[in-house]
């Protein structure tokens, strides 16, 4: 279903932080195209920050981490929905998030739609208890494998929750890097997970918004370059995790990168689930706002 103008500027406006004209004026240059209209506000510099669209919270929602001794040790992360965050803080439901990821490791799906047909009776049955509607959205199990350490971490009750795997045994740096993950949400593990049309996505941005910088003007390209290059390398490193500063070492503001080399641990994989990443809330009066500054 095509998206009002209206409902265009308030996604981009979530996305971009930036003002309600100027987001208009980016979706009239845009073709309404959100991805394209992000950019064109970035480039103009009018961009507050470079939100992620999936960043739009929604209500009613929970995410946990459950490990089964008795199912060969896995541990799963996943989040369900429920209709209200009444509901959700309740301990009906965080019953029945924990039995919906008993069945997921004992039967260990290949994916949500056969996660979805085993966990039906459960879902059904908690409608009819609590009245609502719920559904599981996303799953992922970490194996317990030789060499292969999962150390988990939950933020407010399952707001934001998060896995590290390492490649040893080490609890404290484990729970430390999976708080870190959680408050920091790195986009990378590395610089080499970095794809090239990312990069070169990112150079045309910075490349455009260097042109329309007043303090730029004049300056020789070559330098130009440098400087893009510079934005570039920033913009990224803000995103991957080993670059990030540990957030564990408030004293020394060392990268998480080297705080994994002096302990001689690599991270073999992370992942981390935010409530509500993707789904958007329900509507409020945001359409009278609009009107009033775009008629």
């Not at 003007?217 to 990224?236: Q, S």
Request: aromatic residues 6%; proline residues 2%.
């Amino acid at each position: 279903m095509a998206q009002s103008l209206i409902e265009l500027i308030k996604l981009l406006r979530d996305r971009t932080g930036a003002g309600l004209m100027d987001c208009k004026s980016a979706l009239l240059n845009s073709d309404s195209d959100l991805d394209r209209a992000t950019d064109w506000l970035r480039e103009k510099g009018l961009a507050k920050a470079a939100k992620k669209a999936d960043r739009i919270a929604a209500e009613g929602l929970a995410i946990a981490v459950n490990k089964c001794e008795e199912c060969g040790g896995d541990t799963v992360i996943l989040e369900v929905n429920c209709e209200t965050d009444f509901v959700a803080k309740g301990e009906p439901f965080r019953a029945l998030v924990d039995d919906v990821a008993k069945v997921i490791l004992c039967k260990n799906p290949a994916n949500i739609e056969e996660a979805k047909s085993l966990t039906t009776d459960l879902f059904t049955d908690a409608t009819v208890k609590m009245g609502e509607k719920f559904d599981l959205r996303r799953f992922e199990i970490v194996k317990k494998e030789e060499g292969k350490f999962a150390f988990s971490y939950i933020h407010m009750g399952g707001k934001i929750a998060s896995i590290v795997v390492l490649d040893k045994n080490n609890p404290e740096l484990g729970k430390g890097l999976a708080m870190h993950i959680a408050a920091n949400n790195p986009s990378y593990l590395s610089t080499a997970n970095i794809g090239a049309e990312a990069l070169e996505h990112e150079t045309k941005v910075q490349l455009e918004a260097a042109k329309n910088d007043e303090k730029l003007a004049g300056k020789p390209e070559e330098m130009l370059r440098k400087i893009v290059a510079g934005k570039v390398n920033k913009y990224f490193s803000e995103m991957v995790l080993l670059e990030q500063p540990y957030l564990m070492d408030t004293e020394s503001n060392k990268k998480v990168g080297v705080v994994l080399e002096e302990n001689k641990v690599n991270v073999l994989k992370y992942v981390r689930y935010q409530v509500g990443e993707g789904i958007e809330k329900r509507k409020d009066d945001f359409a009278s706002e609009v009107m009033s500054q775009i008629k």
